[in-house]
């Protein structure tokens, strides 16, 4: 997997130097082909980017950690900060090897609003009809392969006491899998949840969806 990861970055920078060429850029249809290959392949390098920045805050903690002998205040931000940079160098890992490998994702059909609500990385993928942002949790109502759902299963039985369980919930079961498996969601929505006026796509025209969708009741 380190080997086709290598391949592509180098090819990124190969277009890099491509699209700069005068020689190329008098060539509309070159140019076309080059843009193409270079969008594809930046979210992969952007998530190798940052798995370089993560790698680099384990070292600077652990650093801190030995300049402090293990014991203090600083220590224990140092070792809570290496707990939380531990678990995001897996899920970079987790999506990139998915990337290079062209792995199935996880489409969630709704612009869910607690995507607005917290500050976190995201990677929007422009379409021809709508675009789709990179997911990191969903409520469960999602678009997967069988290739997923296989390989999952425990996974997803788990989650179908949702409801059931108290202690089950998204967070700890099906969001799991998204730490390996990239998950998008669409903008603007593709569908709308609606339980209650909290679980609403934002930036969308749900009282038109709702009219249009109105059964007329027969008469009696």
Known sequence: MRDSLESQLKRFEELEHLLADPAVASDPRKVRAYAKEHAALRPLVELDQQAQRVRRQIQQAREMLETGGGHGELAEL???????????????????????????????????????????????????????????????????????????????????????????????????????????????????????FDTLSPYFDWRKWWERSAIQAPDT
């Open 78 to 196: 140092a070792r809570a900060e290496l707990e939380e940079l531990g678990r995001r160098e897996e899920e970079l890992a987790a999506q990139i090897e998915a990337t290079v490998l062209g792995q199935d994702p996880v489409l969630f059909p709704a612009d869910y609003p607690a995507r607005y609500r917290h500050i976190y990385p995201t990677y929007v993928l422009l379409g021809s009809h709508r675009h789709w942002r990179s997911a990191h949790g969903t409520t469960g109502a999602d678009i997967i392969s069988t290739g997923i759902l296989h390989k999952y299963w425990g996974t997803y039985m788990a989650f179908s006491q949702y409801g059931i369980d108290p202690e089950v919930t998204e967070e700890n079961t099906i969001d799991l899998i998204l730490r390996e498996v990239p998950c998008y969601s669409p903008l603007p929505s593709l569908a709308v949840h609606f339980q209650h």
